[in-house]
């Protein structure tokens, strides 16, 4: 499959139309627009200022983020970052049983070789097998510490780190590098964003449809004013003098 190159590939389209947001342009200048009024025309769409890629990242990120900088949000993370540390520290308890019964089959060979030896059976094959098997019980057995799991113990400053990656995810997201793949993780959190144009503010209104509205439905304190469930959309702002944290809803 295809790997989206952008962070907001096939992620934008027009309030006014219903297609497709394409970008144009290099560096900074690089914006968002209609491309049903850019290849259609008037006719289809009359189209709307291009909206800064930045702005429009930005402002979907600090949905983003709000949602993931609440308890609730990092009660979640800690509970799975937990269950992954279980589910590895199983897997090293499957690796030990296997390797004691590894042990266990070694002893074995070594007693019957050490009792044909007592026996009087000397000969060259048995010797060499009897070295050989002590040998690989003596490196299973120093083996054997390096496998035992530890006490499960979480990192003392877990919340610092979770919201030091939060605070950066604007950052880190739009890192070309991440872009990409961090496109096909966006897509899973949002179904589409509707961009229109405010021509008496001069600003991009910017509206969030389904999944991450959810996500921030739930992670959201209880009593605390915010979307009614009833809600279907959280509605941003990018353009002139936005600021990352301001919700129009």
Same mark, same amino acid.
């Given at each position: 499959?295809?790997?989206?190159?952008?962070?907001?590939?096939?992620?934008?389209? !027009?309030?006014? !139309?219903?297609?497709?947001?394409?970008?144009?342009?290099?560096?900074?200048?690089?914006?968002?627009?209609?491309?049903?009024?850019?290849?259609?025309?008037?006719?289809? !769409?009359?189209?709307?200022?291009?909206?800064?890629?930045?702005?429009?990242?930005?402002?979907?990120?600090?949905? /983003?983020?709000?949602?993931?900088?609440?308890?609730?949000?990092?009660?979640?993370?800690?509970?799975?970052?937990?269950?992954?540390?279980?589910?590895?520290?199983?897997?090293?308890?499957?690796? /030990?049983?296997?390797?004691?019964?590894?042990?266990?089959?070694?002893?074995?060979? =070594?007693?019957?070789?050490?009792?044909? *030896?007592? %026996?009087?059976?000397?000969?060259?094959?048995?010797? $060499?097998?009897?070295?050989?098997?002590? $040998?690989? @019980?003596?490196?299973?057995?120093?083996?054997?510490?390096?496998?035992?799991?530890?006490?499960?113990?979480?990192?003392?400053? /877990?919340?610092?780190?979770?919201?030091?990656? *939060?605070? %950066?995810?604007?950052?880190? @997201?739009?890192?070309?590098?991440?872009?990409?793949?961090?496109?096909?993780? @966006?897509?899973?959190?949002?179904?589409? *964003?509707?961009?229109?144009?405010?021509? %008496?503010?001069?600003? =991009? =209104?910017?509206?969030?449809?389904?999944?991450?509205?959810?996500?921030?439905?739930?992670?959201?304190?209880?009593?605390?004013?915010? /979307?009614?469930?009833?809600?279907?959309?959280?509605?941003?702002?990018?353009? *002139?003098?936005?600021?990352?944290?301001?919700?129009?809803?």
């Amino acid at each position: 499959m295809r790997r989206r190159k952008d962070l907001l590939s096939g992620l934008l389209s !027009c309030g006014q !139309c219903g297609g497709n947001l394409t970008i144009a342009g290099s560096g900074k200048a690089r914006r968002h627009y209609c491309a049903n009024a850019k290849e259609k025309g008037a006719a289809i !769409c009359t189209g709307m200022p291009g909206l800064k890629e930045q702005d429009a990242a930005i402002s979907i990120l600090s949905g /983003l983020k709000t949602g993931l900088m609440q308890d609730e949000a990092y009660a979640e993370f800690r509970a799975k970052f937990l269950a992954r540390m279980k589910a590895a520290e199983k897997e090293r308890e499957d690796m /030990l049983r296997i390797h004691d019964q590894n042990i266990r089959k070694l002893e074995t060979r =070594h007693v019957n070789l050490m009792k044909a *030896v007592e %026996d009087g059976d000397f000969s060259s094959p048995i010797v $060499a097998q009897l070295n050989k098997v002590d $040998a690989e @019980l003596n490196e299973a057995r120093a083996k054997r510490t390096a496998l035992t799991p530890e006490p499960i113990t979480l990192p003392t400053d /877990l919340p610092a780190l979770y919201r030091a990656y *939060v605070e %950066d995810i604007v950052a880190t @997201l739009q890192d070309e590098e991440v872009s990409g793949p961090a496109s096909e993780e @966006l897509h899973s959190l949002v179904d589409t *964003v509707s961009v229109d144009w405010d021509a %008496d503010e001069k600003v =991009h =209104h910017l509206e969030l449809r389904r999944k991450l509205l959810q996500i921030i439905n739930a992670a959201r304190p209880a009593g605390e004013a915010g /979307l009614a469930e009833s809600e279907s959309s959280l509605k941003l702002v990018a353009g *002139v003098g936005f600021e990352p944290t301001t919700f129009r809803l």
